[in-house]
Every structure is written in structure tokens, then in C-alpha cells.
């Protein structure tokens, strides 16, 4: 928050920067960094379950002696399968898209020269880095990386002796995600503290843009529960290393039995989705929150049932933390306990289907402006109906029973987290590309990306479902074991040949960015006519964000189309006029 | 070397996307009127699209669905399962047309303002509680089904079996005489003894162990789940049964056989389903195949976690004693 200005070398404006902008550059290009090799495992996974026994030069390329002829091999197919999740769910969707817009967007649309603690932000990024670091070391270990699944349950991710990923390659993986934790807890932290003592004048709670409240009530969740998380993987840590007993208990493996004595892996299954079920709704949260934004600018109209929308995050946020046991109906718990969780967990689905329809209401009678920003928030709203309802099923502890593990679920939870949440990020680096960088990204290029991605995600998502209600397991390295399964060998083919065609596509959209940095049309200050403050700054980045007063606020965000205003859209900053109600 | 090839192809393949698309968008960035049309109306199509594969792959998928449930429990799972299913499609079908509608046919128009329109207390009050009260029946509904299937202590005489799941292997043991099984733990395991029974416990000495499950039809079986590992789930997809096997635990599960495995292999959707599958081998020169229950493992446990199974055999109570009766005991085995 300096107004004074000190010189400002290389290194402190590049590097050890602690201008929120700039840092949210770097979790955005670290993110992206992440979301390449994520995407990538998928693509040689992918080959794998399509064409089991076939020879691929590209697994020949990349995988060294984890692959015997362009074969790879089961533990390596695990090892990949775990290091997708992980870095997609917490690199990418975690850090990547909250880690970029609550950075860039809490300061600029609250009015506020900078983050509480510009400092704490500053090794908040450096801990991202560093885990991400430790993280992509570890694909690098002799046994391969960690390979239990990115959820980890124990005994499989304690022992070494179950699978050579369990060794090192383990070790790296809790270290990487305690450092990972650190950092989220102090980002999470920074932007709680500055949404609550850095607005600007007049800029009350409920003058707030939607981003801003999805971010905040984000951080809250993360704060509350990834500290769980550490707590669980220092009690592994402890299992592993120094031979004590949480998780462990009556082992015999490879002809020996083990001293562990009275432990119990559903502990630290109740640990891991204490987080693991909110960290669904920290990657979802701000991806709606952006949307909400996007969609409302880009109808030219205001965002339907404003207050719903903050009701329902806060009652989604609420929820989520206590509806874990529904990752574990069939865990060994006590059914009762199953059936409170069915309980919480249906809950959620009003919020989320209030969510819904507010947005569908918001198109309806707008301008639809089709910026590459609106078509992924489209995107967004579709994927994530279609990926909610399926919740329904596995919600349900009955009918979770013969679906749970299966590809029903990861198709339920691509659709709803994983390609909702990419497309949110998406829509934001579209639509604040020009505040990041001055710049315009290309419009073409966008359209091109947003529909071959769109066709791409339910061709590999929608067909999945069936392979999961038709009985197949996920994370088999291959179904040629199954004569029953032989039917669904087709299907997994269709599917693969749409994940190649979705990460292809991906290359359009990594080609637009990067070469927009450099290349892109020069912006406008207001390029989209939105309502909100960041668009008052100037296009230059200047550290404290404004040349010289926070402007003060009289208005909340959506006044887009208001009756009485020559323009379509009146900034926030825009006094009320002499008998104007607020919206 | 090669790895290195490819990603140079794919920065060259980014970079002539680029070349490619500079020339021809010089200069607008904004959408504009024309573009707002073109996209409103790909979002139409995208919804044809949309329809189009939802359809598609109803058609064209059911086939490898699996076949109608082989125990008592299951049905009462189909019902449930139905009706979540009808009620998801009806609303998928209807968010999704208006999404995509809505976007086709608000595309925007220039000098069109749009309708300022940001509250309605009666609309909200609409969409919460019809999706509430929808839930409320779904979970009442739910829970009755959870509750039955989950709660076996009611059985009369059931039959208990222990499925006992290790690295990537499964095993059985039948309770024997007495329907009691014997104490075990895996400080116990010692050469034959693989489960670690307690011989000991003179109500091991009459259990059955076995590498093949036979289940009798009509009889409830109550299983018992061990593991001496790592966590593994006993998945048995015909039965709509599954539960975790835990190592320092014993879980539970429980289910009534309602189809032999000969009437099975006579039910239309399995006879669809096995010359669907018997076709696909044909061309590739396999064996054909006949059909079998299956337990299959669940959770993420190793290498060779893709092929650790057992056949599952269900016949009529008489054949099942008879087979019963032919396999050695613990205390013959041990012996």
C-alpha cells in the first residue's frame, strides 16, 4: 500500500514482486505451466485405456523405463492417473484459478491499492512455486511418483511394499502438498483480511461484485478446512517415517506382518474429505463467481436475484463442510451416519439449482454480447447442470452403492468441477486478459478454442457415464481382464479420440494467450463496458492501482441496462442521480 | 530426443495457429453484431449437438448396461435408480433447452437495450421450494432403500461368508456348521492358514475356506469383509453390492440372491449383452464368452488392481449345500 515511489529493479518488479497484479501473473502462468503436464498425463493415459496393448511412440518419448516398447506399465499408469488429479485439483483449479483472479480482482474491485499484506502475498506465490517445484521433482524419482491415487488413502500410500510409488516418490507428494497447504492458508488469509478493511468508500458488503463475494466466501472454506488436510498428511508423515499406528493397523504384506497396531484408514478418509469435498466448492466457487460477472456484463443486464446469489454461496459453502462422509457410504462407516450425510449432501443441490436457474434467468431478455469470455461462462452454466444432477445419484448413500468408484463418478465430477471450473478460468483470463496485460486476446482464436473444447467435453464426458453404470471401475489400467467389460472398449476409444481432440485444442488457446502478451490489439480502458472498479485504473499497471484517489462508490455492480441512463451500463462509481433508488 | 520433437511440433503447431488467424482478424477484438449472430446461432446448434448425443448414446449405449439386478435388495435399487434417472432427465432437458435457447435467441442486437430486470421474490421463492420438496421425497425415498439394504440384522438364518481381499487376490470363507466364523488376524498366517484363522477358536475349526463363491438363491448372505493390506472394495456389480475391505476392520454387507447364474445367463438383456460382447470377440478371435458373476475390486490397490476377481456362483440351495458339503474344512485343511 506504498504511495511512495522507490525504485523498483528487476528483481522486484519480475520476480520477488509484491504488486498484486504481478502476482497473480505469476499463479496465472504457473497455473497454466501445471495445467499443460496435467492435461498431458491425461492424453497418455487416455491412450492406454483405448488401445491397451498398442505401441505409442509419444509413451516411448516420455516415459523412459517406466514403459517397455511404448507399453507403459500398471504402476507408471497409476503414477500418472494420481499426479492428473492432484495437480488439476489443487495446482491448477486451486491455485491457478484463485490464486490469479482473487488476486488480480480483490484489490481493483474493491477499491483498494493492494492486497492487506502485500508481503505475506508475495511468499504465498514463492510457497505455490516451490510445492509446484517439489511436485514436478517428483516425477522424476526412479520408482515414479506418487501412485495412490490423488486422494492418497493409506495403507496403499504408507507402504512402499504395495507400490513402488509409495516410496520417495510419496514423500515428495506430502511434502510438495504441506507447502502447497502453507500457501493457500496465507493467500486465504490476505484476501479475507482485505475484503473486510480495504474497501473503498461506499463500497458496502452488499455492494460487492459477485467475484468478490464467490472469493471471499472461497477463502473462508479454505481456511477452514486445508488445515485438516495438513494435519492428515503429517499424521501419514508420521505413519510413514517414524512408525507410529493412525492409520494402521493388522498389516501382512509380501509374507511379513507388519507392527502397526490400531489404526484405521477411514480416519484419515474423514480427514481427507473433511478438505476434500469443500476443496470441490474452493475450485468451483470462484469459477462462479466469475461467471456470474461475465454472464451479467455480457447480457447487458443485471445478474438475477443478486442476494439469492450471495444466499446461495454462503449456504454452499456452509454445506460443504458437512457433507464429506458422502465419498464414503460404502467406506466401512456406520450406515447411520451414511444416512445423515444423504441428508446434507441432497441439501446442496438447492443452492446450486437456485444458482442455475438465476443464471438462465439473466440471459433471458438480455443483448447477448458473444465475447469468448460469455461463451465459456455459457459453458460453464451447461456443464455444470449437467455434471450437478448426476450428484443426485451418488449423493444418495442407496444408489452411491453400485456406482461408487466407478466411471460414473469421474464423469459426474469432471463435468461439475473439472470442466466448469477450467471454463471459468477460461472465461476470466478472456475477459481480464486486458487488465492483466494490456492487451486483447484474439477473438477467432477464442470462438475456435470455446467449441472444439465444448464438443470435446461431453463427447468424453456424456458417453463415460455408461461405462460406470455398465460396472467398469475406474483406475484400471486395463479391462482386457473382463470379457464383460469387452463391450466397452469402443466407447473408450470414442472417448480417448475426444480427449485428443479437447487437448489439441487446448494448443489454440496457449498460442492466443502467449503470443497476445506480446502481440495482442493494444486495449481500451473499458473494453467490455462493465460496471466495476478495475476498469477505472489506468492500462498501465501502476503500484497502488490509482494515479491518485480510490474513487468513492455509490452503486452496486449490475447497473447494466438501467431505465433513465443513456448508456447500457452506469459504473459504480457513477453518483445517483436526483431521484434514482438504488437497484 | 523424441520427446523433445514433439513439444517443438506443438509450439511450431501454435504458432501457425496464430500466423493463421492474424490474417484474418486484423482488427476488431470486440464482438460485434455480426459475431454476436454467428455465435447465438452455433449455441443452437450446440444444442442439437447436445440432444443429438444424449440421445445417440441412450440408443446406442443401453446395450452394455448391466443386466436386471440378481438380488432381492437390487430391485428395490433399479426402482430408486429409475426414478432419479427420469426425474434428472426431465430437468437436464429442460435447463439445457433453455440455456441454450436463451442464448440463440437473446444474441445480441446493436441498439437493442435489454430488459433491466434484477429481482423477483416470487420466482426465487418458486425455484427453492419445488427443487426442496423434490429432495425431500428423494432423500425420504433414499433412505428407506439405505436402511433396508444396509440393516440385516433382521435376517432369518442367513448365511455368513467371509470375503477376505489381499494384493490381488480374493479368498472366501464359509462359517460352516455351527454359521459362526472363527476368530482371525494376520499374526496368524502361517503357510495353508492364508487368512489367519485362529485355530484356536473351536469355531474356526469347522469353516470353510474357498477360492470360488457359491451363493445359495433365496437365502440372505451376510458378508463379512477382512483385508490384510491395503484397502480394496469388494464390487459386486450384479447384486448392486459393494463395501470396502479394510485391514484392522471387519465391514459388512448383506444381499439376497434372486437369480441362479443359469437364470441369469437366460435373461434378455444379458443374452443381448453377451452376443454384443461374443460379436467384438469374434472379430478379434477370442473364445466366446459366457457369462458369470463377478467380484471385482474397487479401490485403487496396486499393479495388478485391474484383474484381481472371483467368479461368483449362484445356485438353487440344494446344489449350493451339496458343494458346500464337498470342500474341506479349516480343520482338514490345516491338518
Known amino acids: 500500500m506504498s504511495d511512495h515511489h522507490h525504485k523498483e529493479t528487476f528483481v522486484t518488479k519480475y520476480i520477488f514482486s509484491t504488486d498484486h497484479k504481478m502476482i497473480s501473473k505469476q499463479y496465472l502462468i504457473t497455473g497454466i505451466f501445471m495445467g499443460v503436464i496435467g492435461v498431458f498425463m491425461s492424453m497418455l493415459f487416455r491412450l492406454q485405456i483405448a488401445w491397451p496393448e498398442k505401441s505409442f511412440s509419444i509413451i516411448e518419448a516420455f516415459l523412459g523405463h517406466h514403459q517397455d516398447g511404448g507399453v507403459m506399465s500398471p504402476d507408471i499408469y497409476l503414477a500418472i492417473v494420481t499426479i492428473h488429479g492432484t495437480i488439476m485439483v489443487f495446482f491448477v483449479l486451486t491455485a491457478g484459478l484463485s490464486g490469479t483472479f482473487s488476486n488480480l480482482l480483490i484489490p481493483l474491485q474493491i477499491g483498494a491499492r493492494d492486497m492487506a499484506s502485500g508481503f505475506l502475498n508475495m511468499v504465498s506465490y514463492w510457497l505455490f512455486f516451490l510445492s509446484s517445484i517439489i511436485m514436478v521433482i517428483s516425477l522424476f524419482v526412479e520408482a515414479g511418483p506418487a501412485s495412490a491415487g490423488w486422494t492418497i488413502y493409506p495403507p496403499l500410500s504408507a507402504l512402499p511394499q504395495a507400490i513402488p510409488g509409495s516410496g520417495l516418490g510419496m514423500t515428495l507428494w506430502l511434502v510438495s502438498m504441506a507447502i502447497f497447504i502453507a500457501s493457500s492458508l496465507l493467500g486465504a488469509l490476505n484476501y479475507i483480511v482485505t475484503v473486510l478493511n480495504l474497501r473503498t468508500v461506499g463500497m458496502k458488503m452488499t455492494r460487492l461484485p459477485l467475484t468478490i463475494w464467490a472469493f471471499f466466501i472461497t477463502a473462508i472454506i479454505g481456511v477452514v478446512s486445508f488445515p485438516v488436510l495438513l494435519s492428515a498428511a503429517l499424521l501419514l508423515i508420521f505413519d510413514r517415517s517414524f512408525g507410529t499406528s493412525f492409520y494402521l493397523s493388522d498389516i501382512f504384506i509380501q509374507g511379513e506382518v507388519l507392527h502397526y497396531q490400531g489404526g484405521s484408514p477411514v480416519l484419515f478418509e474423514h480427514l481427507f474429505w473433511f478438505l476434500g469435498h469443500p476443496e470441490v466448492y474452493i475450485v468451483l466457487l470462484p469459477a462462479l463467481g466469475i461467471t456470474s460477472e461475465i454472464i451479467s456484463t455480457n447480457s447487458r443486464k443485471p445478474i438475477f436475484g443478486y442476494r439469492a446469489m450471495i444466499g446461495s454461496i454462503i449456504a454452499i459453502a456452509f454445506l460443504s463442510t458437512i457433507v464429506w462422509g458422502h465419498h464414503m457410504f460404502v467406506s466401512g462407516m456406520n450406515p447411520f451416519l451414511g444416512s445423515v450425510f444423504t441428508f446434507t449432501t441432497l441439501l446442496i443441490a438447492i443452492p446450486s439449482a437456485v444458482k442455475a436457474f438465476n443464471y438462465i434467468t439473466t440471459l433471458w431478455k438480455g443483448n447477448l454480447q458473444m465475447n469468448p469470455a460469455m461463451l465459456f461462462s455459457i459453458g460453464l452454466v451447461s456443464t455444470f447442470i449437467s455434471g450437478g444432477l448426476t450428484g443426485l445419484v451418488l449423493g444418495d448413500s442407496a444408489l452411491d452403492i453400485n456406482v461408487h468408484d466407478t466411471y460414473f463418478v469421474v464423469a459426474h465430477f469432471h463435468l461439475v468441477m473439472g470442466v466448469s471450473a477450467i471454463y471459468g478460468m477460461f472465461a476470466g483470463v478472456y475477459h481480464w486478459f486486458p487488465k492483466m496485460y494490456g492487451r486483447m486476446m484474439n477473438k477467432t482464436l477464442g470462438y475456435w478454442h470455446f467449441w472444439i473444447t465444448a464438443v470435446a467435453a461431453y463427447g468424453v464426458f456424456f458417453p463415460m457415464h455408461f461405462i460406470g453404470l455398465a460396472g467398469l471401475p475406474r483406475r484400471y489400467y486395463s479391462n482386457t481382464a473382463f470379457p464383460l467389460f469387452d463391450d466397452v472398449a469402443d466407447v473408450n476409444i470414442v472417448i480417448t479420440m475426444f480427449a485428443i481432440l479437447g487437448g489439441a485444442a487446448q494448443i489454440i488457446f496457449l498460442a492466443n494467450f502467449f503470443i497476445s502478451i506480446y502481440k495482442g490489439k493494444k486495449a481500451t480502458q473499458n473494453p467490455w463496458k462493465s460496471n466495476t472498479l478495475e476498469w477505472t485504473t489506468p492500462i498501465e499497471h501502476i503500484h497502488g492501482n490509482w494515479p491518485g484517489e480510490i474513487p468513492a462508490v455509490h452503486r452496486w455492480p449490475y447497473d447494466y441496462s438501467k431505465p433513465g441512463h443513456e448508456e447500457d451500463y452506469v459504473c459504480q462509481t457513477t453518483p445517483l442521480m436526483d431521484g434514482e433508488e438504488e437497484s | ?335
Open chain 2, 1 to 335: 530426443m523424441t520427446a523433445l520433437l514433439y513439444i517443438l511440433l506443438a509450439i511450431v503447431v501454435a504458432v501457425a495457429i496464430w500466423q493463421i488467424a492474424s490474417i484474418l482478424n486484423l482488427k476488431s477484438v470486440i464482438a460485434t453484431e455480426k459475431d454476436n449472430n454467428t455465435q447465438g446461432i452455433l449455441f443452437a446448434a450446440f444444442g442439437i449437438f447436445f440432444y443429438g448425443l444424449m440421445i445417440f448414446s441412450f440408443v446406442k449405449y443401453s446395450s452394455i448396461l448391466l443386466p436386471d439386478s440378481a438380488s432381492v435388495e437390487g430391485d428395490r435399487y433399479d426402482t430408486l435408480y429409475m426414478v432419479t434417472m427420469v426425474l434428472i432427465l426431465i430437468v437436464q432437458a429442460i435447463t439445457q433447452f433453455l440455456l441454450f435457447y436463451f442464448a440463440f435467441k437473446y444474441r445480441g442486437i446493436k441498439g437493442r437495450k435489454a430488459l433491466f430486470y434484477a429481482d423477483s421474490h416470487k420466482l426465487e421463492l418458486i425455484w427453492t421450494v419445488i427443487p426442496a420438496v423434490v429432495l425431500a421425497g428423494l432423500v425420504l425415498y433414499g433412505l428407506s432403500v439405505w436402511i433396508d439394504v444396509m440393516d440385516a440384522s433382521d435376517a432369518e438364518d442367513p448365511l455368513i461368508v467371509e470375503v477376505y481381499a489381499k494384493q490381488f487376490q480374493w479368498e472366501a470363507r464359509y462359517a460352516g456348521e455351527d454359521n459362526e466364523l472363527g476368530l482371525a488376524n494376520v499374526r496368524n498366517i502361517k503357510g495353508i492358514n492364508t487368512m489367519g484363522v485362529d485355530m484356536t477358536d473351536k469355531n474356526a475349526l469347522d469353516d470353510i475356506p474357498t477360492r470360488e463363491l457359491h451363493l445359495p438363491k433365496g437365502r440372505k448372505v451376510i458378508f463379512k469383509f477382512r483385508s490384510q493390506d491395503v484397502l480394496h472394495s469388494a464390487y459386486m456389480p450384479h447384486f448392486r453390492a459393494q463395501m470396502n475391505c479394510v485391514p484392522g476392520m471387519v465391514t459388512q454387507f448383506a444381499f439376497t440372491p434372486s437369480m441362479t447364474t443359469e437364470e441369469m445367463r437366460l435373461n434378455d438383456k444379458t443374452i443381448t449383452k453377451v452376443e454384443g460382447i461374443n460379436k467384438i470377440r469374434a472379430e478379434k478371435g477370442e473364445d466366446p464368452y459366457e457369462f458369470d458373476y463377478l467380484l471385482l475390486c474397487n479401490k485403487i490397490c496396486g499393479a495388478s488392481h485391474y484383474n484381481m476377481q472371483m467368479k461368483i456362483i449362484v445356485e438353487e440351495e440344494s446344489e449350493f449345500n451339496s458343494w458346500l458339503n464337498s470342500q474341506k474344512t479349516m480343520a482338514q485343511v490345516v491338518q
